[in-house]
């Protein structure tokens, strides 16, 4: 328990005979910045809160996820060295995928737009992602002049679509239709 009105309560079991765990996590605000482990390729300053019903199972060399979450969510996309906040009304988790759905964001100077996709993983390790964002006039990027990989620097703001894909194996992939 944080405070009166945050909490995660957690019931199951963890073996280490068996090597695994089973464990249904009730999320009545939980502190999300546990993942930044395992996204920290894509994601950094991961800040935020998560309501929901999440099972973490499996072997412990194999984990894997399964339920349903709303979260309120910040982070920084470090290829973009910009940051976005995120409000998700429902983010679906199977085995092996986080699917995400309408999910509202705003960039630091407010500007929206909407976020839809997928984040696939194979328990928990080699992530797959997919991203579909409409957006209006939002900052997307920001490469500082002293401190980026581009050969240029300054900021871009977006009205329009925009895919992003990937994997460790691919890298990024950008398409994009905006003005």
Known sequence: ????????????YISPKEKGLDLDINAGGT???????????????????????????GPFKQ??????????????????????????????????????NDVRLADVEGNTGVANGYLRHNKLKNLNYMFRFNTNNMKVLHADENNNDFP???????SGRTTIRGNEASGLIVESNVV
């Open 152 to 158: 240029f620097y300054g900021n871009i703001y977006a």
């Open 63 to 100: 984990l894997d996820l399964e339920g349903r979450v709303k979260a309120n969510l910040g982070m920084k996309v470090n290829i973009l060295n910009n940051r976005f906040e995120a409000y998700a009304d429902s983010v679906l988790i199977k085995s092996g995928e986080f699917m995400f």
């Open 31 to 57: 502190d999300m910045a546990f993942l930044q482990h395992f996204i920290k390729d894509i994601f950094s300053d991961v800040k935020g809160r998560a309501y929901g019903n999440v099972r973490l199972y």
């Open 1 to 12: 328990r944080d405070k009166d009105d945050i909490f995660t309560k957690v019931n199951g």
